[in-house]
């Protein structure tokens, strides 16, 4: 098998899994979805799924924290790289089963990443196409 390196973690994009510093500490559903730019059916779905775990209030209303957030974010960016439902669930569980199950982890986030490379190569080569294409039908020098 063929040995992928990491690259580098970009801080910036890293920052993309932190929370606005004022977000609220309790979100309703609705607000949740907000944030997150989730429907409450998605929601409700990874609720379901055993992806969060979220509190209720005082009157049985779904209550999301701050861990339940991050939560959200970090699987929407799994799922926005085309990570299966079923994938991301056995890394949860994995985490949820300690440090003795890292390198297992590391071995999905691998896998993973090899994937997400081939898709980067294949949509780098229908940008290519799209890009002819386009320069086909420009008569030239016309704005583009």
């Known amino acids: 098998m063929e040995t992928i390196l990491a690259a580098p973690v970009d801080l910036t994009l890293l920052g993309l899994?932190?929370?606005?510093a004022?977000?609220?500490?309790?979100?309703?559903i609705a607000e949740a979805a907000t944030a997150t730019g989730l429907t409450a059916h998605t929601l409700r779905y990874y609720e379901r799924a055993g992806l969060i775990t979220v509190a209720r209030d005082e009157s049985g209303y779904r209550s999301y924290d701050r861990q339940a957030m991050a939560r959200i974010v970090f699987i929407t960016r799994l799922r926005a790289s085309d990570m299966?439902?079923?994938a991301i669930s056995h890394y949860l569980d994995l985490v949820a089963?300690?440090?003795?199950t890292e390198p297992e982890r590391l071995e999905?986030?691998?896998?993973?990443?090899?994937t997400i490379l081939r898709r980067l190569h294949d949509l780098q080569a229908a940008l290519a196409v799209t890009d002819y294409k386009i320069a086909a039908y420009t008569p030239s020098g016309a704005d583009q």
Request: charged letters at 30%.
């Open 17 to 20: 899994l932190e929370l606005p």
């Open 22 to 28: 004022d977000l609220p500490e309790r979100l309703s």
């Open 84 to 86: 299966p439902v079923g």
């Open 97 to 100: 089963a300690g440090p003795r």
């Open 108 to 114: 999905l986030m691998r896998a993973h990443r090899a």
